[in-house]
């Protein structure tokens, strides 16, 4: 280096701009914390007793899972065995009529008779799941793979641009679609415009899967993404020079390739959207009731235990679903063995 | 036919990047050729071209006599081996090989016969069932080029298929390559940086510079006269003199801008006043501890000794401050030799190439 840089006592102390003398500062005392003695003992004690360490980093997962998802789960299956006194009073005597309620009988509720309205929504549930699910899958595939086949600098740009609604809360993307969907909102009117008579789509099973289509779409687009990206693209090559036209190559190569990340797109949307509750609460009307509304008013009626019975149901059948799924569909291959 | 795969004067543009400029060659039917040159130099694209995996911005490009400038790869009957092997890691070793076979509409029974007679040929028999991960990188890139041949496809296009292998297996698989290559007669054309493979493989090498074709002919002819500067500098090595071409007792002669003087031999290329690049193929120079009284003799001193088995390399420096390379082939004495010494070197004058100085290509006389 050339002398001027020699000059001061510690080199280019005299050169450094007042930015990095406070960034030295900092760096300064940030090192002399790390290495003063109670840090540096702890630190030492921890490292001298790995069997500790080792007991404690397992603990701290199997911690976080009881307390976060088996202690939960625990309550409500508990919960749904209880005696409901009515008005919220909850008698804690075993019973099995919670279940037989959901299961059997036909549930009044609002005044409504539609047969037993707790396996009929749940079934509406599923069915507007299945529906999202397929519809994200055709709609997200393309820009998915579009983006992990492009070489483009504003790439990194496209790709913010998927996950830019996450940064929306989700009530008020709700909200924007009664906007586009209700009878005097933006698509009506254009289609009146356009000489198409229609009362809006609000309050309509069309609302609830368009707007569920919308917020889920990033978690299919992801995920497919990130296969279509890992896919060595001299494959796709070579499947021509031996003579497959663009369809035979998608679903000879590239389809087969990007199942990994289809399944966790697939896996994602479908546990999402039949678990939905604001979508059908905004944009739904009283026929596109779902699960999770139900079992919020019956929470809310108040009866927990019967609430803890349909949400006891409502788990084992997606967990039956999943399973049927993985069947068609290795997991394991998904999230790696 | 002696012109059976025709480039007629192919450019690729890549936005303001040229790839390939103006490029003109033929391959005859059955014909091993090489595309050789240091990466950059446009060999890939130029192949990537002859599959269809991209089109010449200017040009076309002809097989067996039919224009294919503008077909798409699948509607070509090429075979192309990648770099990477490019085998299909969701398929058996039957079924990647059978893959072109499918695409034909060929029947499955006699997909698979051809498929084993395709494993057979590469020496892969009874592997159909195998995932080709399960292979080693050399058993893979076999499977590739059963893939690419088992269709019998009018030409087979070899991207660099060794440069992922050892060094052991790329000379066992270079004589395969040799021996399938002769044994069905397909027109091949391979492109590769290395100098060793395109010369050992070849029936005729092109040397690509900088998108342009610098130079093509039979390896022989490439290494002996070399058109150019960059030739002469990219294949073999050699030392470099530049300098002017003069006239001393009746020979031409070359007189070095730092003043060195060397006879180059009979230069019918080459006028007086000329200027000219001379490259020495270090084994072509000879050294030797005493004088031999030779009329091209340089006094020189050793620099560096490297002793590499097969050769010894000698670094040596002129007084006037000009390298020299020397290699030796079995030489024993390397212990007679050390830095420092003072040595004389032996020019051939005959062996001394010669190319213009000002950067422009020879116009060869033969």
């Known amino acids: ?337 | 036919m002696d012109n059976y795969v025709e480039v007629n004067g192919v450019t690729k543009r890549f936005g303001d990047i040229t790839a390939v400029e103006d490029v003109n060659f033929t391959v005859a039917e059955g014909e091993f050729v090489s595309l050789l040159g240091p990466s950059g130099c446009g060999k890939t694209t130029t192949l990537r071209m002859l599959a269809g995996l991209e089109t010449p911005t200017e040009g076309d490009i002809r097989i067996g006599g039919e224009t294919v400038t503008d077909q798409p790869p699948y509607e070509r009957d090429i075979g192309m081996v990648f770099q990477h092997y490019a085998l299909f890691p969701h398929k058996t070793v039957g079924e990647n090989v059978g893959f072109p076979l499918k695409m034909r509409g060929v029947p499955s029974s006699e997909r698979e016969k051809r498929v084993a007679e395709a494993l057979e040929m590469v020496h892969l028999p009874g592997t159909m069932d195998r995932s080709p991960e399960e292979l080693s990188g050399g058993q893979q890139q076999r499977v590739a080029l059963a893939r690419a041949l088992v269709f019998e496809p009018d030409v087979l296009l070899m991207d660099e298929p060794l440069s992922a292998l050892d060094r052991v297996l790329r000379q066992q698989m270079r004589i395969e390559i040799e021996r399938i290559q002769r044994e069905i007669g397909i027109t091949t054309i391979y492109v590769t940086h290395d100098q060793l493979e395109a010369f050992s493989l070849s029936d005729r090498v092109i040397v690509l510079e900088n998108g342009h074709l610098s130079q093509q002919g039979s390896p022989l002819e490439i290494y002996e006269q070399p058109r150019s500067e960059f030739v002469g500098d990219f294949i073999g090595q050699s030392s470099k003199l530049a300098g002017t071409i003069g006239v001393q007792d009746g020979e031409s002669v070359l007189t070095t801008d730092q003043g060195t003087t060397i006879r180059v031999g009979d230069q019918p290329d080459f006028q007086d006043r000329d200027a000219a690049t001379a490259f020495l193929r270090a084994e072509k120079l000879q050294i030797t501890k005493e004088s031999t009284g030779d009329a091209n003799e340089l006094e020189a001193t050793i620099k560096a000794i490297n002793y590499l088995g097969e050769k010894t390399m000698f670094f040596c420096e002129l007084e006037t401050g000009e390298e020299l390379i020397v290699s030796e082939y079995g030489f024993t004495s390397v212990d007679a030799y050390a830095s420092g010494d003072d040595i004389y070197v032996t020019v051939p004058s005959a062996d001394t190439l010669l190319v213009p100085g000002d950067g422009r290509a020879r116009e060869l006389s033969a």
């Open chain 1, 1 to 337: 280096m050339s002398s001027e840089h020699e000059s001061g006592p510690f080199g280019v102390t005299d050169l450094v701009s007042d930015g990095e003398a406070r960034e030295r500062f900092w760096f300064g005392l940030r090192a002399t914390l790390l290495r003063s003695n109670p840090v540096l003992k702890t630190v030492r004690w921890v490292l001298d007793h790995d069997r500790i360490l080792v007991t404690g980093e397992a603990g701290l997962g199997i911690g976080w899972m009881v307390i976060f998802l088996v202690a939960p789960i625990l309550y409500i299956v508990t919960l749904s065995f209880w005696k409901s006194a009515g008005a919220g009073v909850i008698v804690h005597q075993f019973t099995l009529a919670n279940y037989q309620a959901v299961l059997t009988k036909d549930v009044d509720l609002l005044s409504l008779h539609v047969g037993n309205l707790y396996l009929n929504i749940l079934w509406q549930s599923l069915k507007y799941g299945f529906l999202v699910t397929l519809v994200t899958l055709v709609v997200g595939y393309v820009p998915a793979y579009y983006l992990g086949r492009v070489v483009s600098r504003w790439k990194a740009l496209l790709l913010l641009f998927v996950v830019l609604p996450f940064w929306v809360p989700l009530i008020i993307r709700y909200y924007a679609w009664i906007l586009v969907l209700g009878n005097k909102g933006m698509l009506p009117t254009m289609l009146s415009v356009a000489g198409i008579q229609n009362d809006g789509f609000l309050y309509t099973e069309v609302a609830v899967i368009t707007g569920l289509v919308q917020v889920l779409l990033p978690y299919m687009i992801l995920p497919v993404y990130n296969s279509v990206e890992q896919m060595d693209a001299s494959l796709i090559e070579s499947a021509k020079t031996m003579g497959a036209g663009p369809v035979r190559t998608f679903y000879e190569v590239t389809l087969p390739l990007t199942l990994p990340g289809i399944s966790a797109g697939v896996l994602l949307v479908f546990i999402l959207s039949v678990g939905s509750f604001m979508a059908p609460a905004l944009l739904g009307g009283p026929s596109n009731f779902m699960v999770a509304n139900l079992i919020d008013m019956t929470f809310g009626s108040p009866n927990w235990p019967l609430a803890g019975a349909m949400g006891v149901v409502y788990l084992v059948v997606l967990f039956g679903a999943i399973s049927l799924f993985n069947r068609f569909v290795s997991l394991d291959e998904v999230f790696g063995e």
